[in-house]
């Protein structure tokens, strides 16, 4: 046993001068030391100044891309914008012989300006007859309604404010039958007023043909107008039925119509197209 001791002894003897050279080694190590330590010094500071550079990287492409973002957005916003705000737009044809260019119109709908005319009362009744012949809406012949702008006139007017001139325009009118040939027919426009009495009348000294209860058949003017025949017109005459005159039978011949027989005109795209004539 104390010769293992000793040989243990001795080993570690032979080591410990093994790990510790001579004096004359010794400022070797140190230098050697010195410049581990520097070296470390300096890795630790590359380390560092790599982790300073790369936070300063880091917080400069943050921002970066803070303000890459925030442009962005707000060229989004802006685009969205002024998507929303711009005008649907149209592109309107080029005319023949017009240069090739375009223009851009604004398509804004706007509606047509309201008319300043009073609404008619009625609607003016068909411009030809039925299948049956018949031609009148309105019951018994006088049963007309206002129809134009002209006062309380029945029908569509008479021109008693002398605004119908030498062609009468689309209705219905009342009047005399002054003359015809196979294309024309004169006719004598009569005022019908919806007033009990010719003392109502908003002009004085009016020529009265006719009064009623309920209306006053004037005609201040004989003046006739000559308008064209539509070659499919149909003459209407009326019958009594139980005491009121309605529409009756067709004619053909125009002498059953006399110059004083009141009658309704319908005209219709210029021309007459039938003739309701009252009872005899």
Known sequence: MND??????????????????????????????????????????GVGMAAIVGVIGFAATRNTASTDVAASTT??????????????????????????????????????????????????????????????????????????HEGSVRGTGCGSAGDIGDVIPDGLFAGFITGHDANNVA??????????????????????????PNYVIVNNSTRGRTMPMDQRIVLRLGVHDAGNCVDGTTTTQWSDIPADRQVWVRIHEGRVTWVFADCP
């Open 187 to 212: 006719i004598d426009l009569l005022c019908v007023f919806a007033v009990p009495d010719a003392s109502a009348l908003p002009s004085g000294g009016a020529t009265v043909v006719a009064e009623a």
């Open 4 to 45: 293992r001791l000793e040989d243990l002894i001795r080993r570690s003897a032979d080591e410990q001068g093994r790990r510790y050279r001579p004096s004359n080694d010794l400022s070797a190590r140190v230098n050697q030391r010195r410049r581990q330590r520097a070296a470390r010094r300096m890795t630790a500071a």
């Open 75 to 148: 060229s989004t916003v802006a685009q969205a914008t002024s998507t929303t705000v711009q005008p649907a737009t149209t592109t309107s044809a080029t005319p023949a012989g017009s240069p090739t260019s375009t223009t851009a119109t604004t398509a804004v709908q706007t509606s047509p300006p309201p008319s300043t005319a009073p609404p008619l009362h009625s609607a003016t009744p068909a411009p030809y007859a039925s299948a049956g012949g018949t031609v009148w809406p309105y019951g018994q012949f006088w049963n007309v309604p206002q129809l134009g």
